[in-house]
């Protein structure tokens, strides 16, 4: 058996180098040569597209990206001059606004003061229409009437604005409401660090001092020993 195999092998061995040289004499390429692995590499990268027929698939998306940013940047930069605009009439409107409430706010306050002017210019022109000595009683008379007419459109203007009076007699001693003239001696029923006084009214706007009323302050009498 072993000298069977032995013969097989050999035939085996004489026919493939019997092939060999058939394919060499004939001019074949040998199977697994490096010739033939080196055509068919180049026949490989043949196929492959040269480089310089164009830019890259990287480089076109790069300038579509490019584009659209440049594209959002005009956008964006109108916005905001659109916006400074904007803001910059608002704020010529906000001034204009201010300034006219400056100018004009009190304007309902004068229209209700201009009416208190024409009883004040009614009662000085009865004086000097009947100015004779037989009838100064008479105009007396009229001037009585015509100021309590006038105190009493005063009294109804201040209410309308909010401007009240301040009548503190009585009233405990307020830094923030009164101001200090001097000292008295508390006389009877008159409690010691109260308000005995008013040398001049004050007056609140809508709760707020904008007068302070001028004030003499009660203390307590010192005893003699």
């Not at 019997?18 to 390429?29: L, M």
């Not at 204009?96 to 003061?113: M, N, P, T, W, Y």
Request: hydrophobic share 35%.
């Amino acid at each position: 058996m072993a000298v069977r195999s032995l013969w097989a092998g050999r035939l085996r061995v004489q026919r493939l180098l019997a092939s060999t040289a058939a394919r060499e004499s004939k001019g074949w390429p040998l199977p697994f040569s490096t010739a033939t692995q080196r055509t068919a590499g180049e026949d490989c990268r043949s196929e492959d597209p040269p480089d310089e027929l164009g830019p890259s698939l990287n480089e076109r998306a790069l300038r579509v990206k490019a584009i659209k940013l440049e594209k959002e940047v005009q956008d964006l930069t109108l916005r905001y001059q659109r916006a400074v605009a904007d803001c910059e009439n608002i704020r010529r409107r906000t001034q204009r606004c201010v300034e006219d409430a400056k100018i004009f706010g009190i304007q309902s306050f004068c229209k209700d003061l201009v009416e208190v002017a024409d009883i004040l210019e009614k009662t000085t022109e009865c004086i000097s229409e009947e100015s004779e000595p037989e009838n100064q009683k008479l105009t007396l008379e009229k001037v009585f009437r015509g100021l309590l007419l006038l105190e009493a459109k005063l009294k109804s203007v201040f209410a309308k604005h909010g401007l009240e009076k301040l009548t503190p007699i009585g009233d405990k001693y307020d830094p923030h409401e009164h101001e200090l003239i001097c000292h008295v001696p508390a006389g009877v029923g008159v409690q010691p660090g109260t308000v005995a006084l008013v040398r001049q009214d004050g007056y609140k706007l809508h709760g707020r001092t904008i007068r302070l009323a001028r004030v003499e302050v009660a203390v307590e009498s010192q005893r003699r020993l």
